[in-house]
């Protein structure tokens, strides 16, 4: 097994444990500009975002209303919730976007590679044939093709269809 050594990472990584003053979820769920916070869908339990910091283009993420860090904390009625929610995400993705396929994940946990760890989120992540290049490995950088407020504008489109009903 290799070792890369890189001690300055350590700073980010204290930093990381610092709790964030607010919750950019429960701001979105709260503000009635959707289109601001680009907002998808709001419902009684769930919500369903654009990622601002994407890892490809329509990456959503789907949250519950509720502020809670883990599933177990959520009803059954809200686990439900979630599960139409991406369920019907995935739909108007594959309807607007036309990706190949789907990285869905949730990470629990700052270790797991949650960014907010305080409020429970799935991220769908559209993918498509050829969507990864030389770009990342080399150069560190993602490219995104398209802007955000172009891909929430086709999204918002069919965004109608997405339903957290059981």
Same mark, same amino acid.
């Given at each position: 097994?290799?070792? *890369?050594?890189a +001690?300055? %990472?350590?700073?980010?990584? @204290?930093?990381?444990?610092?709790? &964030? $003053?607010s #919750?950019?979820?429960?701001?979105?769920?709260?503000?009635?500009?959707?289109?601001?916070?680009?907002v998808?869908?709001?419902?009684?339990?769930?919500?369903?975002?654009?990622?601002?910091?994407?890892?490809?283009?329509?990456?959503? *993420?789907?949250? +519950?209303s %509720?502020?809670?860090?883990? @599933?177990?904390?959520?009803?059954? &009625? $809200?686990? #439900?919730?979630?599960?139409?929610?991406?369920?019907?995400?995935?739909?108007?993705?594959?309807?607007?976007?036309?990706?190949?396929?789907?990285?869905?994940?949730?990470?629990?946990?700052?270790?797991?590679?949650?960014?907010?760890?305080?409020?429970v989120?799935?991220?769908?992540?559209?993918?498509?044939?050829?969507?990864?290049?030389?770009?990342?490995?080399?150069?560190?950088?993602?490219?995104?093709?398209?802007?955000?407020?172009?891909?929430?504008?086709?999204?918002?489109?069919?965004?109608?269809?997405?339903?957290?009903k059981?």
């Open positions: 097994m290799k070792i *890369l050594w +001690p300055w %990472r350590i700073k980010y990584i @204290l930093s990381a444990k610092k709790k &964030a $003053e #919750c950019f979820i429960c701001e979105a769920y709260r503000d009635s500009n959707l289109r601001e916070r680009l998808l869908f709001k419902g009684e339990n769930t919500i369903v975002l654009m990622n601002k910091y994407p890892y490809n283009t329509g990456h959503l *993420l789907v949250a +519950p %509720r502020h809670v860090a883990t @599933l177990n904390e959520l009803s059954s &009625a $809200e686990i #439900c919730s979630l599960g139409m929610a991406v369920k019907t995400s995935i739909e108007v993705l594959k309807e607007t976007l036309h990706p190949d396929g789907f990285n869905i994940g949730i990470n629990l946990g700052r270790v797991a590679g949650a960014g907010l760890e305080d409020h989120h799935i991220h769908i992540v559209p993918r498509w044939n050829g969507d990864t290049n030389f770009m990342p490995v080399i150069a560190e950088t993602k490219v995104i093709p398209e802007s955000l407020r172009d891909t929430y504008e086709k999204l918002l489109r069919s965004a109608g269809k997405i339903s957290e059981c």
